[in-house]
T-cell receptor, first 107, second 112 residues
Framework: TQLLEQSPQFLSIQEGENLTVYCNSS?????LQWYRQEPGEGPVLLVT?????EVKKLKRLTFQFGDARKDSSLHITAAQPGDTGLYLC???????FGTGTSLTVIP | DAGVTQSPTHLIKTRGQQVTLRCSPK?????VSWYQQALGQGPQFIFQ???????QRGNFPDRFSGHQFPNYSSELNVNALLLGDSALYLC???????????FGSGTQLSVL
């Protein structure tokens, strides 16, 4: 049983499209993080959400923490090829990473 | 300011051998964590070192051991290598009081 389940596992979209990635759990977390990992590199932290219902925006990326602090979502508006990578949610206090979503944005 | 550096970048070993991977943390960081990542999957936590002691450990056998030196750098040792140990090994550094991890580019280990 995975503590953090991400969906979808794979996503291939055209440049300019919108997409949402989900991170779900049956456990409650004090905070969740989102990372992006490009091929041949380590993950890079994008955001940390700590309050239930919190919404954070990073340019075209919008992150939301569920009201019950059990889930989170990442929405990308007008995806670009540079958004291609493996997106990972993480529970930092539990040292746990999600199953990952591999995103490919086709020019 | 150098980030997290790992060496070597790639390594090929045979079953039963032993391997040592090295990590230098980002300047100002005192905590080092090690992760194992299979292709396309999320990293799996191995252990974390702070003040030269193992502070937290994930679900990995005793074949996986580590060390942290006074300059905060760290080593990951794996004994009696198995084919299933083939993976990308990531080192992450942080300040003890913060939950923000900075990752190195990893060491790709192949066990034949």
């Amino acid at each position: 049983t995975q503590l953090l389940e991400q969906s979808p596992q794979f996503l291939s979209i055209q440049e300019g499209e919108n997409l949402t990635v989900y991170c779900n759990s049956s456990s409650v977390f004090s905070s969740l993080q989102w990372y992006r990992q490009e091929p041949g590199e380590g993950p890079v932290l994008l955001v940390t959400v700590v309050t239930g219902g919190e919404v954070k925006k990073l340019k075209r990326l919008t992150f939301q923490f569920g009201d019950a602090r059990k889930d989170s979502s990442l929405h990308i508006t007008a995806a670009q090829p540079g958004d291609t990578g493996l997106y990972l949610c993480a529970a930092p206090r539990q040292f746990y990473f999600g199953t990952g979503t591999s995103l490919t944005v086709i020019p | 300011d150098a980030g997290v550096t790992q060496s070597p970048t790639h390594l090929i070993k045979t079953r039963g051998q032993q391997v040592t991977l090295r990590c230098s943390p980002k300047s100002g960081h005192d905590t080092v964590s090690w992760y194992q990542q299979a292709l396309g999957q999320g990293p799996q936590f191995i252990f974390q070192y702070y003040e030269e002691e193992e502070r937290q450990r994930g679900n990995f056998p005793d074949r996986f051991s580590g060390h942290q030196f006074p300059n905060y750098s760290s080593e990951l040792n794996v004994n009696a290598l198995l084919l299933g140990d083939s993976a990308l090994y990531l080192c992450a550094s942080s300040r003890r009081t913060e939950g923000k991890l900075f990752f190195g580019s990893g060491t790709q280990l192949s066990v034949l």
